[in-house]
């Protein structure tokens, strides 16, 4: 896998909408778990949601559980997050991230140290 370059960001109303989407390069997307990881200034970078290599079983952070929905298209190497019924709590700065299928555990699905692939990031801002 190469490079991960997001897009899809910007301001929008609370309860807008906001589709991302991240394409990746290289080869061999299909054998990495894919993830959305968001940023504000002042805390770590904390998981949002991800999708197994195959496009099952996708987790999300509670917070954005029934607004958010994270896909995936193997042939294309891209990742998409729809994002609905936004809030101002939903405000960072949005990364992709991959890393390899075959550790991803419950417990270690969140881990930043795992993620071998980053973007660099697009900002999502959602004003009341």
């Known amino acids: 896998l190469g490079q991960l370059v997001e897009s899809g960001g910007g301001s929008v109303q609370a309860g807008g909408s906001l589709r991302l989407s991240c394409t990746a390069s290289?080869?061999?997307?299909?054998?990495?778990?894919m993830a959305w990881f968001r940023q504000v200034p002042g805390k770590e970078r904390q998981g949002v949601a991800g999708?197994?290599?195959?496009?099952?079983?996708?987790r999300y952070v509670d917070s954005v559980k029934g607004r958010f929905t994270i896909t995936r298209d193997n042939i294309k190497n891209q990742l998409f997050l729809e994002m609905n019924n936004l809030n101002p709590d939903d405000t960072g700065m949005y990364y992709c991230?991959?890393?390899?299928?075959?550790?991803?555990?419950?417990?270690?699905?969140?881990?930043?140290?795992?993620?071998?692939?980053w973007g660099r990031g697009t900002q999502v801002t959602v004003s009341s």
């Open positions: 999708i197994g290599h195959g496009g099952a079983g996708a």
């Open positions: 290289g080869s061999d997307f299909d054998r990495y778990y």
């Open positions: 991230a991959a890393r390899p299928w075959r550790y991803v555990t419950p417990n270690n699905a969140w881990d930043l140290r795992e993620f071998v692939f």
